[in-house]
Structure formats: C-alpha cells, structure tokens
C-alpha cells in the first residue's frame, strides 16, 4: 500500500513539473511573437535639435522636429513635423520640412510624408528653389532626394509640375520623372 502511494505521489510531481514546463514554455512563446509585435518607444524627445558635424568641424545637417520617438525592435525614429538644414559649401543650406518623418536604423535615409517642402533661399533671402510633393525620400549623407508624388518646382523664372522628381542638392540637378509642364516666366524688361 505504500508503494501504491509513493508511485501515486511521484506520478503527481512528474505531471506537476511538465504542467509548468509546458505552461513557460507556451509562455515564453507568446512573450517572443508579442515583442515582435510590440512598436512601443524606449525614449522620446519633445522640441528638439541635432547637429551633425563634419570632420573639419563644419556644420553637416542639423535635424529638428517637434516630437521624436525611438522604436528599439526596428531600431527607427519617428518624427513630427521633422525640419532638415542641410549645409553646403559656400553656400545657402538646403531645407526640408513636412508633417511627419521616419528614420531608418543606419540614419541613411529619412522619409517624409505630408506637406513636404524642399527650399533654399538666396544671399539677399529670396526663395531661389522651391520643392512641394506630399511625401519624399532623402538619403541626407549624399544630399539626394526623391519622390514619385505629384511635384512642384518653383524658382525665380519658372514653375514645374511632375509626376516625380530626383533632386541633387549640391548641384541642384533636377531629374523630372513623367508628366513634365514647365510655364518660364515673362522677363520684366525697362
């Protein structure tokens, strides 16, 4: 009778211990495929500005938005109403702003969405380039944007529309993707 008990009583602990192996292990399970599902940020920041530098201690490309989010499972940012200045050279800064952003996790690439408006202002503080899509594409380290939206260009002597648009921001060479209409301004002559 004893020895009925005793198997009894082993026969218990051995359910028991694989009832909670098995229930940590469905546990465990479910804790993996919810963190891959999870999109909550680890920090944010609220009206803040970056500069980046380069390495003879110029400014690079300084970066503000109202509110920025860090997302650790993707390691990316998010933005509202992000503002990009990107500097050149001996000349005026190329600007880029928009209603929301989205950064990658290497920070190559920024994509805006909403409202997106690429300018850059002259020495006497004329608008000499003016860039309106609803979302774009910009790969800042190589000063290059893009978007296949509806375009605006607007400069000094004419306005572009487009169905896309590649820009190069140092040479400011402008690559029109389709349905390309240019109206040039009349020169005011004296």
């Not at 009583?9 to 292990?25: D, M, P, Q, R």
């Not at 980046?52 to 201690?57: L, T």
């Not at 920070?107 to 300018?119: A, C, K, P, Q, T």
Request: hydrophobic residues 35%; negative net charge; aromatic residues 8%.
């Amino acid at each position: 009778m004893i020895n009925t008990r005793w198997k009894l009583v082993v026969l218990l602990i051995i359910i028991t211990v694989f009832s909670y192996w098995l229930l940590e292990k469905l546990i465990g399970d479910d804790k993996k495929i919810l963190s891959k599902l999870a999109h909550y940020p680890d920090y944010y920041m609220e009206n803040f500005t970056t500069l980046e530098m380069n390495e003879d201690g110029t400014p690079k490309n300084q970066l503000t938005a109202s509110h920025m989010a860090h997302y650790p499972d993707d390691n990316t940012t998010e933005l509202d109403y992000p503002k990009l200045k990107i500097f050149q050279t001996d000349k005026s800064p190329m600007n880029v702003s928009a209603d929301k952003g989205w950064v990658t996790s290497s920070n190559e690439v920024i994509l805006l969405r909403g409202n997106v408006h690429v300018y850059k202002v002259d020495e006497t503080g004329e608008m000499s380039l003016e860039l309106i899509t609803d979302d774009a594409r910009v790969l800042v380290d190589k000063k290059y944007a893009e978007t296949d939206k509806p375009t605006t260009v607007i400069t000094k002597k004419s306005t572009t529309n487009s169905m896309g648009i590649r820009i190069d921001m140092q040479t400011h060479k402008m690559k029109f993707l389709k349905k390309v209409q240019t109206t040039i301004e009349p020169s005011h002559a004296n």
